[in-house]
Structures are given as C-alpha cells and as structure tokens.
C-alpha cells in the first residue's frame, strides 16, 4: 500500500535549476532515511544524496555545493533542489526510502518511486 511518487523533472539548460519532490503515502507507521538515486541509459544506477531521519546529509562528491537534499517530516516529503546543472546530471531520478508500514510489528522495508527524468542540454 505505501508508494513514492517523484514531480519536479523536465527539459532544462545548462547551469539551470530543478526542485524534485517526493512524496510517501499510503499506511505508514514510520519514514527512516531517505534518498536520491539517478540512472542515465546504459550506466548504473548510483546514489547522488542521501538524508537521514535525523537529517544528517551525505552526497555524491560529482553533486557536492550544487546539490541539497531536504526534507519535511509532516509531509512525507523529500526534495532535491539542482543547481548549476550540467547535461552530465541528465537521468532518471529515482526517490528511494527506508518506511514501515503501520501493522502489529514494525519492520522497514526499502521503498522505490517510478522515477522522473532530468535533461540538461541546450
């Protein structure tokens, strides 16, 4: 029943900017990290931000002082806003989530969103 759906992606320039959101829904007891992940054709998937339920942060060295991930708890909510973008940021960005449905036991299971696309090109 829990899902995440990404919004936010689209045709940009280079050095543009994009705000991705993602959003959880459905029975959820609980929210623990959460993260971006991005995936251009024929290349693996790699992790580009990752944020914890403490919102500690991590990032892809490649995003690093372009990049901010964030997050609001009351909204299940996180973001990703892309700065100084370069056409090597194209992909899908998938949101990803470690959520524990609401039931007798909690137990976290990995969550994946379906991905919304990102170009950057002139």
């Known amino acids: 029943q829990v899902q995440l759906v990404e919004s936010g992606g689209g045709l940009v320039q280079p050095g543009g900017s994009l705000r991705l959101s993602c959003v959880a829904s459905?029975?959820?007891?609980?929210?623990?990290?959460m993260a971006w992940y991005r995936q251009a054709p024929g290349k693996e998937r790699e992790l580009v931000a990752r944020?914890?339920?403490?919102?500690?942060?991590l990032y892809a060295g490649s995003v690093k002082d372009r990049f901010t991930i964030s997050r609001d708890n009351a909204k299940n909510t996180v973001y990703l806003q892309m700065n100084s973008l370069k056409p090597e940021d194209t992909a899908a960005y998938l949101c990803?989530?470690?959520?524990?449905?609401?039931?007798?036991?909690?137990?976290?299971?990995?969550?994946w969103g379906q991905g919304t696309q990102v170009t950057v090109s002139s």
């Open positions: 990803s989530a470690l959520i524990a449905p609401k039931g007798k036991t909690v137990v976290f299971n990995a969550y």
């Open positions: 459905g029975s959820i007891f609980s929210i623990n990290a």
């Open positions: 944020i914890s339920s403490d919102s500690l942060t």
